[in-house]
Every structure is written in C-alpha cells, then in structure tokens.
C-alpha cells in the first residue's frame, strides 16, 4: 500500500488502471478531461496494456465501449454534463443492453446558464437510464468504487453499468491524500470478466437487439429490475468483502454517522457529506442529537435502508445538489419522500428539501450549521415544510 | 488543522506549488488538502487557493473563509479588499515583494508579516517570472507545516535544479517581521 496525493480524476484513473481495462474511449470535457488524459499518458508510458480510443464524440465513447463490451472486453471512460447528455442515446442502449460499462461522471451543471462548475444536476437527469449510480464523498472513495464497480457491475446475476459520481472541482481536481492498493490485491479481488449472453463472437454468430415486440420488451425490463434488486444485497456484500481485503468499507447502500440516539438529522450526497460530519460534530458538542445519513446510491435507491436508519428521527432535511424541476424540490428529496410514505417516519416527523450548490457555489460548514439550526427549530412539528435554498441569504433568514 | 489561502495571478504557478505542499505532508504520513480556485483561468487575472494541513483525515470539502495564513504570491493583491477577508487575528501574511515587512500597511492585525522577493529570485535563478518554487522555500522556512528537505526533493523532481536553488535562496533570504501576539 502506498500513500498518493492526487486529484478525484487522478484517483479515478488509476482506479481504472487497476482494473486492467481491455478498452478505453477518451473525449474531453472539463471538469473530467484529466481521467482520460492521465490514462492514456500511463498507456503510452507502457504502464498500462489496454487499448485506447480517441473517438471524435461522446456520443461514439459509448458506442465504441457497447461494441467492445458486447465482444467480452472490460471497458471504461468518463465524463460530465454536456458530454453525457451528447451521449445519452448509446448512454441508455448500454444499461438495456446489459452491458458492464464503468463510466465515473464528474458532476457538473447542465447549460443553461453557461457553466462548467459544479452540480449533480447531469447525472441526476439520467438517473432512469437504467444504469447503476453511486454518489462519493472523497477521492479514495473514488477509487474504492471504481474498483468495486467492476465487481459489481460484471456479476452475472446482475450485468449493468454504473456511474461513479463525483462533485467537479470539489473533487476532481481536489488533491488529498489516496491510498493505492497493491496490483495483485486488485487482481485476487476482480475476476477477469466474461461475457455470457449476449456476445458479439464471428465464431458464434448471434443476432443481437432485434426489432423486439411489446411483450418481450416487457420482460427486458421486469429482468432489469429484478437486476436492480438484487444490486440491492449485492453493494452490501461487495462493501464488506472490499473491507476484507483492503480494510476499507461504505457502509454499502448508505452510512450514518452519529445517527444512534439523533433527534435531528441532514440527509447527504456527495462531497458535501464531508462538511456535513464536521456540523454534525460541532452540533454535538453544543449537546444537540445530530446525525448524519449518506446517501451513496441513487439507482438502486435504497429505500428500506433510508426508513430504517430514519426512523425515530423528529426532524430532518435531505440536501440536494441539483433540482427536480416538477417538484420544487431537490430529487433525493423527492425519492427519500416516496420511501418513507406511509411510515411512521412519515407521520412523525418533519422534514423538507435543502437545494444548494448549484453552479459550483460552495456548500459551507456555516451554511450546514444554519441547516441545522432550522432542522432543531422544526422538532416539534410534523409533516413535509417548505424547500430551503442555501443560496447567500439564508443564514440571514435562519438569524 | 492549519488553513490557508494562496493569492495570486493565472501563471504564477500557484496550482503546482500548493500540489508540492499536499504531497510533501502526505510522504511525512500527515494529512493535506488543496482546494482550487473555480473560475475562468487567463494568464494574469486574480486566482486563489485553499490548503490546509492536519494531523488527522480531513473531512472538510470546501473552501477556506478563516484562514491563519495568507500566502500573496503578486503584492497588487494586497489592495484588494477581499484579499483579507476572514483572515484570523494573529495570523502570518507571506507577501512576494521587494518592500520591507515594516513599509506594509496592512489590515488583519497580523502578528508576523514576511516578505520575500520571490519574482526577482526567480528571474535571476530559473529565468523565468514564475516565482511559485521560491514561495515554496519562504513557506517552509515561515510555518514549519511541511518537511523542508521532502519539499526540496520533490521541487528537484518536478522543476529541476535552478527551482530548487530558488527555493533555498529565498528560504534564506525571507524576512519576518513579529507585529504581534501569534494566532492571539
């Protein structure tokens, strides 16, 4: 094991590289382009053997990785906001496929108004795409997951592709510290991968996505969501086996923090959990019950893990790093709503929706303290309030 | 944990630099953090950066607003208001200039103003205006937060020897003037 300092997109390269991918496909686009360039410099250091493709869009990344994923390749590539949504056609036929593809987004507004920073909004949009989402909170953790991700994503009672999220700049280029695990610990953990259904082979020629009717298009997707399902169970066992060999574990679908007697709580996702541990301490010591859940995969949602670790909660808010236009909300709020609907959760406590960091605003301690204090404030209550946004004035309103 | 905020301007090299602080205090088994500026980078327009460095894992993923440390990297940044926005009551101020400590007025009551003329070494040693690997040297030299000899090392490696012989000339050559009560 060996300590780094390095960046999010550093960290997510070298997750890659510890992989061992047969086939990579690179297109730029700020804030990721620094994943793809750093694999291709380690290809061309003859440090890594895979093949790389510099395609001429996004659009052609995801198509050249469901050819080579169909032929039985282990494949990845990455990217943000416009180039994802540029994408976003083979983006879904890869999920539907069934496809392993490992793609990590670093997370960024979608246009318009023009922006390059950050925000969760690109990958939240394709959160019914059919793939795999998980939200990270530092640059281990991306790394971690990278890894996991194969493991995860190649099992053949499951085979999707999942996104590892990470927020721009607060991450991907964020230097800290990253330990790097052995190559053979990575190889003794990851099986190569072997595709088994559909495959695209000339020595055994199929005929793969035929114009399909109705009924059959039905059960694609009742087997994508029994896939989904199981990917459930499956993050917890992958979580505690990745413990076992490196020493490091998530939590698997989420992780409370301080969550064992708390009155009040702030639901997570990505980066901002971080800040918020340090809230949730100062609360602490000021003698408030504060705890902390974060939220790490978004598809499959983890429903039953959210009510039970919320439940005897009085007051809590789920903070959002991007909107659900429809509800005036963020959307792990809207999803964290529907899993606990007809709780007792539900009955007994208030809640609401904190949107904030939109753009590449910061999410600041001051602002989850103030956050706080609005949640301690509304103990006594019950029921859904009012979305929150921590935007400049809100710790003037909370005063 | 220690915080600090780089000032400077696109191409003065702060990225890097801050990068060979990480690093340097990850080697020594500690924990550090760098947090670019987000905007739009132009050669010459005003950039900063936050750093901190701690003895335990860092959770924080934000900027910094209270910083102990200013590191001035162009002196024109001294005038800017927001420059000094935050910073700590019994902080240190590291200026790259040609002044001495005591014809600096500044705001912030620091306790330690120092100054180092960091562009001129630069010139004179790398031939070139980017003085970052110089504030390397004030740095360690002004705050003892990362191991001297690892910074050097790592300076060699990435910049090669006439930055590394800009680092030790204005690790000393840097001035310190004690104005206060430290971190009062």
């Given amino acids: ?399 | 944990m220690k915080e600090i905020r780089f000032h400077g301007r696109g191409g003065q090299g702060i990225v890097r630099a801050a990068h060979i602080i990480v690093h340097a205090v990850v080697e020594n088994g500690g924990y550090a953090q760098f947090v670019p500026f987000f905007g739009v980078e132009r050669k010459g327009s005003p950039v900063y950066g936050f750093l901190r460095i701690s003895e335990e894992e860092i959770h924080l993923k934000t900027q910094v607003y209270r910083p102990e440390l200013l590191v001035i990297l162009d002196e024109t940044l001294l005038d800017v208001p927001d420059t000094f926005a935050g910073f700590l009551k019994g902080g240190t101020v590291l200026v790259n200039t040609g002044r001495d400590p005591e014809e600096l007025v500044l705001p912030g009551e620091p306790a330690r103003v120092a100054v180092v003329n960091s562009t001129l070494i630069a010139l004179e040693e790398t031939k070139r205006d980017i003085p970052n690997t110089a504030m390397l040297g004030a740095f360690c030299r002004v705050t003892g937060w990362a191991d001297w000899q690892i910074v050097k090392k790592l300076i060699s490696e990435s910049f090669g020897p006439e930055n590394t012989a800009a680092a030790e000339r204005a690790y000393s050559q840097v001035r310190i003037q004690h104005r206060g009560d430290i971190n009062a």
């Avoid at chain 1, 991450?171 to 990851?190: A, G, M, N, T, W």
């Avoid at chain 1, 413990?243 to 939590?251: D, L, M, T």
């Avoid at chain 1, 963020?330 to 960091?357: H, K, Q």
Wanted: charged residues 20%; glycine residues 8%.
């Fill in chain 1, 1 to 399: 094991m060996k300590a780094l300092a390095i960046t999010g997109n550093i960290s997510a390269a070298l997750g890659c590289s510890l992989a061992r991918p047969d086939l990579i496909a690179a297109y730029p686009i700020t804030p990721q382009s620094s994943v793809v360039e750093h694999l291709a410099l380690l290809i061309a250091e003859g440090k890594l053997d895979s093949r790389i493709v510099h395609v001429e869009s996004e659009h052609s990344a995801m198509s050249v990785l469901s050819g080579a994923s169909l032929a039985g390749g282990r494949t990845f590539t990455a990217t943000s906001s416009q180039g994802l949504a540029l994408m976003y056609e083979p983006y879904f036929r890869v999920s539907t496929l069934r496809l392993p593809v490992i793609m990590p987004i670093a997370c960024r507004e979608m246009t318009s108004p023009s922006s390059i920073w950050c925000g969760q909004q690109d990958a939240m949009s394709v959160r019914e795409a059919g793939w795999i989402q998980v939200y990270v909170e530092n640059n281990q953790e991306i790394l971690d997951m990278v890894i996991q991700g194969y493991k995860l994503a190649e099992d053949p009672d499951i085979l999707l592709p999942m996104n590892i999220c990470y927020d721009g700049f607060y991450l991907s280029h964020l230097v800290e510290r990253v330990e790097l695990p052995e190559q053979s610990q990575v190889d003794s953990f990851l099986p190569p991968f072997k595709q088994y259904d559909a495959k695209l082979d000339p020595d055994d020629p199929m005929a793969v996505d035929p114009l399909t009717e109705g009924s059959i298009l039905m059960q694609y997707r009742m087997s994508h969501l029994a896939a989904m399902k199981r990917a459930l169970t499956r993050v917890e066992e992958i979580d505690r086996e990745y413990a076992q060999v490196f020493g490091r574990s998530y939590g698997g679908l989420v992780e409370g923090y301080r969550m064992e007697d708390a009155e009040i709580a702030l639901v997570t996702i990505g980066s901002m959990t971080g800040t918020a541990r340090e809230a949730i301490d100062q609360a602490r010591s000021n003698g408030v019950r504060a705890g902390l859940v974060k939220v790490r995969f978004m598809r499959p949602f983890p429903a039953e893990a959210l009510r039970n670790i919320l439940a005897g909660v009085k007051a809590w808010a789920v903070v959002d790093r991007s909107v659900s236009f429809g509800w005036n909300c963020g959307p792990l709020f809207v999803e964290t709503e529907a899993a606990i609907c007809g709780s007792d959760l539900a009955r007994n406590s208030s809640y609401f929706s904190a949107i904030g960091g939109l753009g590449g605003t910061d999410i600041t301690l001051d602002l989850l303290l103030g956050l706080l204090k609005k949640v301690t404030g509304n103990k006594r209550q019950n029921g859904k309030m009012e979305t929150v946004w921590l935007d400049e004035n809100f710790l003037g309103r909370v005063e």
